[in-house]
């Protein structure tokens, strides 16, 4: 109990950035379970399955994105002053930096069979894959979102140049949907269904093909009242549309054909960038109903929201372990009961590891300073 004693500073309302981090990270731990469970040769009807609710979960990286740079932009970014950079920095090398080295390098020395395309086999290729994320199945996320902690101070110029004015934010937004739709077009024709399938992969990794989601986080946070006012009006239509853009982006991914290979279910897709859009309008509006509503429970969603990062870089640690202490047997025999079960423990694990490396880092700063 000592350990939870000491996330005090966690004990603050959330804000729509923190629903959308947290969202993203339980969501995160379901699809690295269903990848898992997609090598114990499931049935044809149990491989449909397992790809609905993939995809249903195909929202996590771009609402993470849109989370960070709403709370951000909102904390940060949109405050009378310039941004202290030197505090920014520093606080983002403690919360992300050093989790992010520590736990990439675990994956790299320990688990050489979550290695993603290849092992490594010398400096060159060992610190090749430390950067782009080739360590674990789920690291090239994170490669992806720290390029936008790298970039604020950009979108702190832009911040300022959209500041209370509403002309300049349509323009902003307008440009970053050309700009997106430029990519999309650019990634079907060249990559997902181009020549360069293979070895071209590293474009997952560039944050800025994920800027529409980092620039409407933004936005949303310089004009709060009017992305609310937005979410109110079209409120009563967010489970039409996300039940229709769900079949869509489903009924694309069977044309693929079988066995169901997850690794095909990608974001650079009109149909996933326009379902991922409506699934952070929708996690919006039910935060902005819950933060007025039950402004006390909101707490709980900010400190999940602040463990989320340390918890979604842990989670494939403790997948792995319980994989090899049974959880594939019992996912072979019963897929179902083992997904759910294997789902539940990992995310305990994941987010009571991160409380506890947290409040051991906090100590050791603590330390450090005295």
């Not at 979960?57 to 949109?78: C, M, Q």
């Not at 290849?118 to 994320?133: A, D, I």
């Not at 300022?160 to 997106?180: D, F, I, K, T, Y």
């Amino acid at each position: 109990m000592e350990f939870f004693k000491k996330a005090k500073p966690f004990l603050q309302p959330a804000d729509i950035g923190d629903y959308l981090k947290f969202s993203a990270c339980t969501a995160v731990i379901l699809q690295t379970v269903l990848q898992f469970a997609c090598h114990t040769q499931p049935t044809v009807a149990e491989q449909r399955g397992i790809a609905i609710v993939y995809n249903l979960t195909k929202f996590t990286a771009p609402a993470f994105i849109f989370g960070i740079l709403y709370t951000t932009t909102r904390t940060t970014l949109d405050t009378a002053g310039p941004p202290n950079w030197q505090q920014y920095f520093r606080t983002a090398w403690q919360n992300l930096g050093w989790p992010t080295c520590i736990w990439t390098l675990m994956y790299l020395l320990l688990f050489h069979i979550c290695h993603q395309t290849r092992p490594y086999h010398n400096s060159v290729t060992f610190l090749e894959q430390f950067l782009n994320g080739n360590a674990a199945p789920h690291l090239w996320y994170n490669t992806m979102m720290l390029q936008f902690i790298i970039l604020m101070p950009l979108f702190s110029l832009l911040v300022h140049w959209c500041h209370r004015q509403p002309s300049r934010g349509w323009l902003l937004a307008g440009s970053a949907v050309v700009v997106a739709g430029g990519w999309l077009f650019f990634y079907d024709a060249q990559i997902l269904h181009g020549p360069h399938a293979s070895d071209w992969y590293w474009c997952d990794r560039l944050g800025l093909s994920f800027g529409l989601y980092g620039i409407g986080g933004m936005l949303a946070g310089i004009f709060p009242a009017w992305w609310e006012r937005q979410l109110q009006r079209v409120g009563n239509y967010f489970f039409i549309l996300f039940v229709g853009t769900l079949i869509w982006i489903n009924w694309e991914f069977f044309q693929l054909g079988l066995p169901i290979v997850l690794a095909r279910a990608t974001y650079y897709k009109w149909s996933t960038t326009i379902y991922d859009l409506i699934v952070i309008s929708f996690i919006s509006y039910y935060a902005s109903k819950h933060i007025q509503n039950h402004p006390q429970a909101t707490k709980k969603v900010h400190w999940g929201a602040q463990l989320a990062y340390r918890a979604y870089l842990a989670h494939v640690f403790w997948l792995q372990l319980l994989w090899n202490l049974g959880g594939q047997l019992l996912v072979t025999r019963q897929l179902l009961g083992g997904v759910v079960l294997l789902y539940g423990l990992t995310w305990l694990l994941a987010f009571s590891s991160a409380q506890v490396t947290l409040t051991l880092s906090q100590k050791l700063q603590a330390r450090a300073i005295k």
